[in-house]
C-alpha cells in the first residue's frame, strides 16, 4: 500500500451524507410508478459490495484468512478494502456505530451495491435517464479508494446502488496509486475534466 488517500474533509464527509440522506429520504415516497424512454445502461460485472460492520479488523480478518482475499487500502473514515483480483477492491467494510449485534428486526446497513460499465459516455446517459426519470441521485463524480468514476442512485425500497467506470487494477506487488495523482470530482463533468493519470506505477 503506497499510503494514505487525499484526507476527506469534515464539509466534505457531512456534505456527501447530507446528499445521502436525502436521496434516500425522497426515494420511497417519490419513487416513479412507470419509466420513460429506454434505459442506456448496461452492466459489465457485479464490482463490489460496500456495508457496515461492528469490528472492522475483526471482519478484515474474516475476508483475508478464511476467504483468501487482499487487503489493498484504508481511508480516513476506518474503512477497510478488500480484493481478490486486480480491481482495486470487492469488498468495503464500513465502521458502523451499532455497539453490539443489531436486536431481531433492525440490521447493519448494505451501504451500496456496485456495478461496473463501460464507459463515461455510459455514465453520462445513465444520469440523463434517471434523473428523466425523476430516479433519486445520492452522489456523482468521483470519491476515494480506487479512482473510479461513479454514479450513485437509489431504488424504490431507499437503497443505493453504484455505476462505475475504470477502476485502478492492482497488480501482485500490491502497489496502490501514488496519492500525487488522485484527484476528487464532485461531479461527471468535473471527473471528466480532470482524468486520472494513466497507470504508471
Do not use: C
Not at 37 to 62: C, Q, W
Amino acid at each position: 500500500m503506497d499510503g494514505d488517500q487525499p484526507k476527506l474533509s469534515a464539509d466534505e464527509y457531512h456534505a456527501d451524507r447530507d446528499a445521502r440522506r436525502a436521496a434516500a429520504a425522497k426515494a420511497i415516497p417519490d419513487y416513479p410508478e412507470e419509466f420513460r424512454g429506454e434505459s442506456p445502461i448496461r452492466v459489465n460485472k457485479l464490482g463490489h459490495i460496500v456495508y457496515e460492520v461492528m469490528d472492522v479488523e475483526r471482519t478484515a480478518k474474516f475476508w483475508k484468512e478464511v476467504m483468501g482475499f487482499q487487503e489493498t487500502d484504508r481511508n480516513e473514515l476506518g474503512m477497510v478494502f478488500l480484493r481478490y483480483g486486480a480491481d482495486h477492491h470487492a469488498i468495503g467494510l464500513k465502521p458502523s456505530n451499532a455497539p453490539g449485534r443489531p436486536a431481531k428486526g433492525t440490521a447493519l446497513r448494505l451501504e451500496h451495491l456496485a456495478f461496473e460499465v463501460d464507459s463515461m459516455d455510459m455514465l453520462f446517459k445513465a444520469r440523463d435517464y434517471l434523473k428523466a426519470n425523476n430516479i433519486p441521485v445520492a452522489f456523482e463524480g468521483r470519491k476515494g479508494a480506487g479512482g473510479n468514476t461513479s454514479l450513485h442512485f437509489l431504488d424504490p425500497n431507499g437503497f443505493e446502488f453504484e455505476l462505475y467506470w475504470k477502476m485502478d487494477q492492482i497488480d501482485d506487488d500490491g502497489e496502490l496509486r501514488p496519492d500525487s495523482q488522485f484527484r476528487r470530482a464532485g461531479s461527471l463533468e468535473e471527473a471528466a475534466a480532470n482524468p486520472l493519470p494513466p497507470k504508471r506505477w
